[in-house]
Structures are given as structure tokens and as C-alpha cells.
């Protein structure tokens, strides 16, 4: 080993006075020596072993080291601890050289020994704050502070050690740590609740007062001891220095019972020791307290219906808050640096461009952007977010985006729900409004048709069977019963058609249609059916049913004739649930009462054609809207009406270029309902023969109401006639018995039949009614009890549909 040149050589003149000069023999026995250490107390013992001198662990390795070098001929180094000679142990540099005598071997060692104990103390301190430093990554305050503690009593060779904090009214203290050793002693002696103890101490105050390094050499004499321990361990002599921060003692550490008195030294290495503790615990104190700070904020966030977020102009996640999980599937960990997926990659493609351009745009103006858009998320869920936030910039260029996303997904869903509602309420009103326009409109024409065509029965009449004048006036009313079928037309999309019921099967009415469909759809159409066998029977009118049937076929054709194709027509049966029947389209136009859940029977008419816009398919049922040139835009309103009447349903499904399929339903009948049409609103027996008692008519209109009187006046009859339900209440009350039977107008200004009815029953329930309407007769038995009126005349009637409709109720025609 090489010499050491730690301050060895550092002070020549320190040297001199410094070095205690021994001389060994060969068996390592003290030969003389020579001692110029000033007040040193190693007294070696001529004769006596020189390793006895040392450290009981320091003995093998230095005596091996010695031999060596008398037998080697060789300078060596050694910093052992010297042992038992003084009351401390003390460390010393020895360097060994052989003494040579003339032409022999060595026979000697002379070793000469400097007092080290000051240097080895300050590496020895340099070796904690290392160490400390070290293990500050793992350990907690308390567990810092005991460690410090420790260290303190090796260093000054104590007994005991503590730390005490001091508190703010500066005149308490406060156990923190006791030495490792303390606290194995107390254990032993019984003392185990003083390491637990938090009580308060009024011991050794005189540190905290005066703010300065205390030492207490003779305790035992002190009014002051430390009576927390004297019960258990006889403290002899204590040594305290305290920590100071803005002037103020904050805490204290101390050691006591060292086998010597305490000098300014040990106050040196406690001080030093005092301050490391300060820093150590300080640093440790402010981040447990950053963690605290950390884990609040992370609980506070978490608990944020959202997710707080910093992320880079890449979109790469800098950091989030542990909503990320319930916002995104992913854990914070997961998104993070892109460690499992990428934020950027959960939004929505068609969203991405919109977000950045909003987020560049409010950086440019130095305000907060605010956006809406939609989120993938780790199983696939599409959710609406609502993103605020600020771009940091530096120097002009944005740095990052801080921010606070939120899952609006239900508040969108909610905000969809009150406009489809609010879609299907007006949807309705414009159904409803336009339902009572046909009906309306319907009604008024019906009763112009009704006048015409009477009259032209009259003027038919007038002349002989082959004047040419009767051919003419047959053409004209063919085409005003043709006309009638337009305001049928309209009554159908009212929903106030004329229905015939009948309980049918789908199958057999599609059948008895196939021959006149095929025949009459162009060469290029092929036309493949696929009727279901086993289908419940249905209740429909056949002529509406018919109408929907050609519709529908027709419809198919007409988008697959330019270019050829195939429709398909299908038959089926489901069960169908409240939430399926919700999804026909368009729902929003139907209007009460809705389907019914339950068995249904399908049609189906399915097309390879040109397809429908998503446009065309949401407008298809509305009124006069057409995409043909020649269309009047009533073909699917007439469907929609006829399936209202029915308590039917609709769907169509269509992609442009590729085709369209539309699906109409029925409610399927009981199956053992056998009855074949519905039954007539009264069974009226006929009536006595009376030539006596007049009939009252009662309609609002002029020419309908003309044209009853005159043809019942041509029959001998008394007939009175009323323009409304009031002047009609009038008459009646002036003759409630004298009138064999009232042709009464449904559907009038100020008093309507309904209520012209009730009123006309209060004066003489007897009284026989006939109602007239354009409206149907299943319409009409929804507002009257089967027995109520005696016969019904739907307009436009023909002049033989009226005399025959009066004699079972007033009995034969006066001869």
C-alpha cells in the first residue's frame, strides 16, 4: 500500500508536534518510543504486543499488513482505530518502514502515527449526507430522522440520541425519533411507551431559549434532567444543538452518555449532523407535502364528471386526470405518452380537422376554445364530448393545449330526443292540419259531385230515352264519379276513407292480383314472388288494400324500368314490440292510434333500381311530394292514410344506385274471427207503411240540400228543409212528432250532426235519423253506437242510393 498524503505532510511544523514515534521487533512487540503528540494519551507499554493497541476489528488486517512489510521489505500505510487507550476511540495514520541493520535483514519496524480522528469524522459525516441523500428516494421523514440520529450518537461515541421538534409557542417540545440504540435500551428496561410517547417534554428547554448549542457534563446535578428517561436509562451527560429557520428554533438534536465529556467538538459534528437533518427532513416534509398536494388534486379531479388534459400540438397525451378511464375506457397510464393508444386516434376522423382548427383559431385570439365532438372509446362506443380549453404559446409558437373534456353524450342524446319529438309534434300538426284540409276539401267536393250528379239523373229524366242529350250527360257524370275517386283519394290519406272490413288473407288478394300486375308492368320489370304460407288472416277494406298493392308495385316498376330489373313482392308474419314498431318510418307522421304490438302481417316490395336519397326517403309520405314528372304526389300519403285507418305500420329501407325495399304491416285478426264484413251500423226492420209525417233535411250546403228536397218532394213526400243544426232544432221543436224521419248533414257549421243528434233525442228519443257524409262508414261508427241512427248515405249517393235507403225506415213510397 501507498503512502497517504492527507494532510500528512500538509504543516511541517504540525508534523513535528503531531508524530508519536514507536519502534517494533520482529514478534510486532513495542520496542521504545518516542511521543510528541501534545497531551496524547497513548502510552504504549515497551514490550507489550503493538496490535493490542487497536480495534478489536482492526487487529488481523493490521497485523497481516505489518508482517508483510518486515518480511518484504517494504513502506505501508494503515488508519486504524485505536482501542481501550483512550476512553474514546480515536483514529490514527501509521506508516511502516523496516529499520535495516548493516548487510542484514530487517529485524524492525518503526512506525510513525498521526492522530486522524478529526478527518475521519468529517468523511465520515460526508458519508452519511451521502447515504442519507441515497436513501431520502425511500424513506419516510421519521425514517430519515432516525437514521440522523443514529449517526449523531457513532459520531460522538454516545449512549442516547434524540429529536425533538419545537413547538411554535416556542417553550414545548415534542418527541420526533429516538436512536436505534435508545430504542432497543428503553425496550429492554421496560420503557417501551416512551417510544410512542408525543406527549410534551420540559427538559433541556434551555437550547430552545437560548437558541444555542447546549452541553450538560454532570446531569445528575442539573434541576433540569430528563425525567422521561430517568426511569429506565441513567442519563449522565448530554450534548444539544438546535435547528434553526427564520431565526427560530424549530427542532433539536441531541445525544448523551458518552464514556467522556462532551467537548466543542462534538458540538462541531452535531451541528453539522443538525443541519444535514434540517435539510433532509425539510426537503422530505415539502414533498410529502407534494404528494399530499398531488393526491388531493388527483381525488379532486377524479371526482370531476370529466377529464383534465395537457396535450401537444400532435395531439400526443402530456397528461390526464383519472376521469380518463370512465371518458375513455383507457387508464391515464394507458394514454399517456401513447403508451397503449393514442388520444389523437379516439376522435373521430371527420371531427379531427374541426377540433384543430377551432383550437388554432382561439390561440390566435388568446381565448379559450370551446368544442363539440365525438369520441371512440376503448369498446367501440361512439360518445359526444364537449372539449374548453387554452393553447400555450411561446414565442408565437403553441407549445401544448390545457384543457377539460366532458361527456355530454347523454345530454346530445336527450337534445336529439326533444327534436325528434318536436319533429314528430309538428310533423303530426302539419298531418293533422293537412288531414283536415283533404277531409275538408273531400267533403266540399263530394258535395258538388253530389249535386251534380243529381241533377243530371233530373235532367236524364226530362228527356226521352234516344235523344242524343242523355249519351252526353252519361259522360258526364261517368266523369264525376271518376272525380269522386280523387276525393276518396284524399279521404284515404285523411285517414277518413270509405272502408269496407273484411277479414282477408294477404296471400289469396295477392294472388287474385298477380295476372292484371304482371300484365300491366312493363317487358323489362321481372317480377319473383315470395308468399309466405301459413299467415294469419287480416282485417282490411279490399279496395285500400288493392291501392296500397298497386301503389307499392307500381313504384318498384317505375324505379327499375329504365335500365330493367327484378321486384320482389313478400309475404310474411312477426311479432312485433313496441320498440321495433318504433322504428317504422316515418313514425313522426303517424298519428293515434300507433300500431298495436303483437302479430302482424307484412308485405314487402323490393326493388334493384335507382334507390332513394336519404331526402326523398324522409319526404316520401308527404303530400303532393313527387321526384316524377307526372306524379301528383298522393300516392304514399294515400298509403300512409289507408295504414293510419288500419292501425298499420311502414318501413322502407333505401340506398341510391343499389335499390329500396318497403314494408307495409297489418295487425293480424284473431284467427277464429270469421266474420266477413262489418255489420251495418243498424239492424231496422221495416218500418209500417205511413203516409203521414214529413222529412226533415239538414245540410249546409245549398245545392245537395236543393236537390234532397226536390227528389223527395217528386216522390209526394212533405219535406222541410234546414240550413244548419240550429234553424234544424228550431223546426223540429215546433212539430217533435210530425216527422217520419231527418236526413241529417254530419259535418256543419255552429251545431254539427253530432250534436244536432243529442239535441234532436232530448226532444223525442223515437225520432229515426239517416246521417249523411262524406266520410266513411268505419269513420263514423267510431262516433256513433251501432243503434243510435238508422241508416247512413255516404256522398256522393246516386238518386236510387236515397229512395232506397228511405223506405225501411219510413215505410213504402205514398201510392
Known amino acids: 500500500m501507498k503512502p497517504s498524503s492527507a494532510g500528512w505532510i500538509r504543516d511541517q511544523e504540525t508534523l513535528r508536534r503531531g508524530i508519536l514515534l514507536i519502534g517494533l521487533d ?37 497485523e497481516d499488513a505489518l508482517l508483510q512489510a518486515l518480511r518484504q521489505n517494504e513502506t505501508i500505510v494503515l488508519e486504524p482505530a485505536f482501542d481501550g487507550v483512550q476512553p474514546e476511540t480515536r483514529f490514527f495514520e ?30 465520515q459525516i460526508h458519508h452519511v449526507r451521502y447515504r442519507i441523500s441515497r436513501a431520502t428516494l425511500d424513506l419516510d421523514a421519521c425514517s430519515l430522522l432516525t437514521w440522523v440520529v443514529d449517526e449523531a450518537e457513532t459520531i460522538t461515541q454516545s449512549g442516547i440520541g434524540f429529536f425533538h421538534f419545537v413547538d411554535r409557542d416556542q417553550d414545548q417540545l415534542r418527541l420526533q425519533a429516538w436512536s436505534t440504540n435508545t430504542a432497543r435500551t428503553l425496550r429492554a428496561a421496560g420503557g417501551a411507551e416512551v417510544l410512542n410517547d408525543q406527549g410534551q417534554s420540559d427538559v433541556w428547554l434551555d437550547c430552545v431559549r437560548e437558541g444555542l448549542p447546549v452541553i450538560r457534563n454532570d446531569v445528575s446535578s442539573e434541576a433540569d434532567g430528563p425525567a422521561i428517561l430517568q426511569n429506565f436509562i441513567e442519563v449522565r451527560r448530554v450534548a444539544m444543538v438546535p435547528l434553526l429557520q427564520d431565526d427560530k428554533v424549530v427542532a433539536v438534536l441531541g445525544v448523551g452518555n458518552k464514556t467522556i465529556p462532551y467537548d466543542d467538538e462534538d458540538m462541531v459534528w452535531l451541528t453539522e449532523l443538525a443541519d444535514l437533518a434540517r435539510e433532509t427532513v425539510a426537503c422530505k416534509l415539502s414533498e410529502a407535502r407534494l404528494v399530499e398536494t398531488e393526491r388531493y388534486m388527483a381525488r379532486t379531479l377524479g371526482h370531476l364528471p370529466g377529464m383534465i388534459f395537457r396535450i401537444s400540438p400532435d395531439h400526443t397525451l402530456l ?46 385570439r388568446n381565448t379559450p376554445h370551446q368544442v363539440v365532438y365525438r369520441l371512440q372509446t376503448r369498446d367501440g362506443t361512439l360518445k359526444w364530448v364537449w372539449q374548453q380549453g387554452r393553447g400555450l404559446m411561446q414565442n408565437g409558437e403553441m407549445m401544448a393545449v390545457e384543457g377539460f373534456v366532458y361527456d355530454i353524450t347523454s345530454q346530445v342524446e336527450a337534445q336529439k ?35 251534380m250528379v243529381g241533377y243530371l239523373e233530373m235532367g236524364q229524366d226530362l228527356l226521352m230515352p234516344d235523344h242524343p ?11 264525376a264519379l271518376r272525380a269522386s275517386t280523387l276525393t276518396r283519394q284524399m279521404l284515404d290519406f285523411s285517414g277518413k276513407g270509405q272502408m269496407a272490413i273484411k277479414v282477408v288473407d294477404l296471400n289469396t288478394q295477392l294472388r287474385n292480383l298477380r295476372d292484371f300486375l304482371e300484365r300491366a308492368l312493363p317487358a323489362e320489370v321481372d317480377v319473383k314472388w315470395e308468399l ?85 326517403r324522409r319526404r316520401l309520405c308527404e303530400p303532393f311530394f313527387t321526384t316524377k314528372f307526372t306524379g301528383r304526389g298522393l300516392g304514399m300519403a294515400a298509403v300512409q292514410g289507408i295504414l293510419r285507418g288500419h292501425s298499420g305500420w311502414l318501413r322502407v329501407d333505401s340506398t341510391p344506385e343499389q335499390g329500396s325495399c318497403v314494408r307495409v304491416g297489418f295487425p293480424a285478426a284473431p284467427v277464429l274471427e270469421q266474420i266477413a264484413a262489418i255489420r251495418p251500423l243498424a239492424d231496422v226492420a221495416s218500418a209500417p207503411p205511413s203516409s203521414e209525417g214529413g222529412i226533415l233535411v239538414v245540410d249546409d250546403e245549398k245545392h245537395v240540400r236543393d236537390l234532397v228536397c226536390l227528389t223527395l218532394r217528386n216522390q209526394g213526400l212533405r219535406v222541410d228543409c234546414a240550413r244548419d243544426g240550429r234553424e234544424a232544432l228550431k223546426l223540429f221543436a215546433a212539430d217533435p212528432g210530425g216527422y217520419a224521419c231527418v236526413l241529417l248533414d254530419l259535418l256543419m257549421p255552429f251545431l254539427d250532426g253530432r250534436e244536432c243528434l243529442d239535441r234532436i233525442r232530448e226532444i223525442n228519443k223515437e225520432q229515426k235519423v239517416i246521417l249523411m257524409s262524406g266520410f266513411s262508414e268505419e269513420n263514423i261508427r267510431q262516433r256513433f253506437e251501432p243503434n243510435e241512427v238508422q ?22 213510397w205514398p201510392q
Open 469 to 479: 242529350a242523355r249519351e252526353y250527360l252519361g259522360e258526364v257524370g261517368k266523369a
Open 532 to 616: 309466405a304460407e301459413g299467415l294469419p288472416v287480416i282485417k282490411v277494406d279490399l279496395a285500400q288494400l288493392q291501392q296500397v298493392v298497386l301503389n307499392l308495385v307500381t313504384n318498384a316498376a317505375e324505379a327499375v324500368a329504365t335500365r330493367g330489373g327484378i321486384v320482389v313482392i313478400r309475404t310474411g308474419s312477426r311479432h312485433c314490440t313496441e320498440e321495433w314498431l318504433a322504428k317504422r318510418m316515418p313514425a313522426a307522421e303517424y298519428s293515434d292510434p300507433d300500431p298495436v304490438p303483437g302479430p302482424h302481417v307484412f308485405l314487402e316490395v323490393e326493388d334493384d333500381g335507382c334507390g332513394m336519397t336519404e331526402e326523398v
Open 791 to 812: 241508416g247512413l248515405l255516404i256522398k256522393p249517393f246516386l238518386r236510387e242510393d236515397l229512395l232506397e235507403a228511405l223506405p225501411p225506415v219510413i215505410g213504402p
Open 26 to 62: 520482529a514478534q510486532l512487540r513495542v520496542r521504545d518510543f518516542r511521543d510528541t503528540l501534545n497531551n496524547s494519551a497513548l502510552v504504549p507499554v515497551v514490550g507489550s504486543p503493538f496490535c493490542d493497541m487497536l480495534a478489536l476489528d482492526d487487529r488481523p488486517k493490521a
Open 319 to 364: 397528461f390526464a386526470s383519472s376521469g380518463c378511464r370512465d371518458l375513455t375506457g383507457y387508464g391515464n397510464e394507458e394514454l399517456v405518452g401513447d403508451r397503449v393508444a393514442s388520444f389523437g386516434s379516439l376522435i373521430h376522423p371527420e371531427d379531427r380537422a374541426m377540433l384543430s382548427k377551432a383550437i388554432a383559431e382561439a390561440a390566435e
Open 417 to 451: 330526443q326533444k327534436e325528434e319529438l318536436e319533429h314528430k309534434a309538428l310533423a303530426a300538426q302539419k298531418m293533422e292540419s293537412l288531414g283536415v284540409l283533404a277531409g275538408g276539401i273531400a267533403h266540399d267536393f263530394n258535395n258538388l259531385l253530389q249535386t
Open 94 to 123: 501509521i506508516t511502516a518502514f523496516p529499520c535495516f541493520l548493516p548487510k542484514s535483514a530487517p529485524e524492525r519496524l518503526s512506525l510513525l502515527i498521526r492522530d486522524i480522528t478529526k478527518r475521519r469524522r468529517r468523511e
